[in-house]
């Protein structure tokens, strides 16, 4: 075998782990990531390794990478929601003409006031809301969504009224 076709039966391998990754709900982009880095640390090592080896051997390194990044970044999601996104550490707000707006949403649940505050106070993404609650992005959109729908209730309720409601 000569080292093209070597590194070729290696970059094809990849593809299939990407693929793989994907199929068993990797973000796309680090399925790529660690397919990648698998190639390269396979091309680095110098070893002509047997083909029905060294596929085994891909795959086997590929999922662990997998696993290892899951945990890592559960981890830190984990630590994020823990010790940053805490009901203490949401900004206090010191507009006076907004006192009954924020009455309204400490009358919402936790996560609702949580996930209103993260979006239109902290100025985050429904994406990275996903990341820090752990929550799915359509989740986050659903929520948010009911959330400023209760909110709507509870402004009505107590009679006010505007147009972006």
């Not at 076709?5 to 970059?11: M, Q, T």
């Not at 929601?81 to 006192?99: A, I, N, R, S, W």
Request: no cysteine; net charge negative; charged share 30%.
């Amino acid at each position: 075998m000569k080292l093209d076709d070597y590194e070729l039966l290696l970059i094809g391998y990849a593809r299939e782990i990407t693929a793989y990754l994907i199929k068993g709900g990797a973000n796309p982009a680090h399925a790529q990531e660690i397919s990648q880095d698998v190639l390269l640390q396979m091309l680095e090592a110098d070893l002509l390794v047997p083909p029905e080896k060294m596929r085994a051997w891909m795959y086997r390194t590929a999922i662990r990478r997998y696993i290892d990044n899951y945990r890592r970044d559960k981890r830190y999601y984990d630590i994020l929601q823990k010790h940053f996104f805490t009901p203490e550490t949401l900004v206090t707000y010191d507009q006076d003409d907004y006192g009954f707006l924020y009455d309204a949403i400490a009358e919402l649940a936790e996560d609702d006031q949580l996930l209103l505050d993260l979006y239109y106070f902290q100025g985050f993404l429904a994406k990275e809301i996903q990341e820090i609650t752990g929550f799915s992005y359509s989740h986050v959109k659903i929520k948010l969504m009911r959330a400023r729908q209760r909110l709507k209730t509870i402004l009505t309720k107590a009679g006010y009224h505007h147009d972006i409601l």
